[in-house]
């Protein structure tokens, strides 16, 4: 079907016209049918997936700002049904096998997932602090942890050469350094 076509089917349909809806039923089911059918569903998923691409479409009917792009939704709509279908039916897999009824669950309870962010949001913290601490340290410091952290580690030689600083002294001055940087934190309450 022409963009055009179905933008103006579309808008008829919208205002009623049951031949227009027939019309794009007709002239874009074979594409909703085939995304459903693309995912690999049974033939009875396939067509739940079908029915609820059209059902949404119908409640939008009268929504759809562009109307010509009416297939690019239909497909986008009937795909993300088939994910969402696809995601539920792994989550319940009937069986009477006891290793599989015994295996731990893959997905995430709400409540691991809570404490996961919380985590993540402490370890955020904690590293936005370290930094904040590390830029308050001499620049002197800063420039020496700065090179000794790059990737791949340079040697001793690169890092005297490249401070002015003897090769003897980098390891005390390291130590020093990161003595600061850890006492900084220690007062902060800030434990990494």
């Not at 002239?27 to 691409?53: C, F, K, M, N, T």
């Not at 420039?143 to 952290?149: A, D, E, G, M, P």
């Not at 001793?156 to 934190?185: F, H, K, T």
Request: glycine share 6%; with cysteine.
């Amino acid at each position: 079907m022409d963009r055009a076509d179905v933008g103006v089917l579309v808008q008829l349909a919208a205002d009623g016209d049951a031949a227009a809806w027939k019309s794009l039923v007709d002239g874009l089911g074979p594409l909703v049918w085939s995304v459903a059918r693309s995912h690999g569903l049974s033939d009875a998923d396939a067509h739940e997936v079908y029915q609820i691409a059209w059902f949404r479409f119908a409640q939008h009917l009268g929504r759809i700002r562009e109307p010509e792009k009416t297939g690019s939704w239909l497909a986008s709509t009937a795909r993300h049904e088939c994910l969402k279908l696809l995601r539920a039916s792994k989550r319940w897999t009937p069986t009477d096998d006891p290793q599989l009824l015994d295996r731990p669950s893959e997905d995430r309870t709400p409540e691991e997932s809570v404490l996961d962010s919380e985590e993540a949001a402490a370890q955020t913290e904690r590293v936005r602090r370290l930094w904040q601490e590390f830029e308050e340290l001499g620049e002197r410091c800063r420039q020496l942890l700065r090179i000794l952290i790059s990737s791949p580690p340079p040697s001793y030689q690169e890092v005297s050469a490249a401070l002015g600083i003897a090769v003897g002294s980098i390891g005390p001055m390291r130590q020093r350094c990161l003595r600061r940087l850890r006492a900084r934190l220690e007062a902060r309450g800030t434990t990494t």
